[in-house]
């Protein structure tokens, strides 16, 4: 099992930049299939990005090219790198972590992008 910790949201202006991490505990963190979720007011949390064990990553749609998931194995951290942040990024931001069919969560940290 592993306990993530998010942390680095706040406030920016549209077209800035934020880097959130997430801090893991665990004795198995590179096998972990890791990734950011995001959950606005009144609507569902969605996917943003994830990382593989191996390496590989996946973005949703309307983060492409903007968001860089990556991850530092020595120090059981995941990173989200957000630039051209978008008023419609706001929102609060989960780290998942998936291993033998178990998802766990973080308590998300809040991202707000004014206009």
């Known amino acids: 099992q592993v306990q993530l910790v998010e942390s680095g949201g706040g406030l920016v202006q549209a077209g800035g930049s934020l880097r959130l991490s997430c801090a893991a505990s665990?004795?198995?963190?590179?096998?972990?299939?890791m990734g950011w979720f995001r959950q606005a007011p009144g609507k569902e949390r969605e996917f943003v990005a994830r990382?593989?064990?191996?390496?590989?990553?996946s973005y949703a749609d309307s983060v492409k090219g903007r968001f860089t998931i990556s991850r530092d194995i020595a120090k059981n951290t995941v990173y989200l790198q957000m630039n051209s942040l978008k008023p419609e990024d706001t929102a609060v931001y989960y780290c998942?972590?998936?291993?033998?069919?178990?998802?766990?969560w973080g308590q998300g940290t809040q991202v707000t992008v004014s206009s």
């Open positions: 998942n972590g998936a291993r033998n069919g178990i998802d766990y």
């Open positions: 665990g004795r198995y963190f590179s096998t972990y299939t």
């Open positions: 990382i593989w064990s191996g390496g590989y990553t």
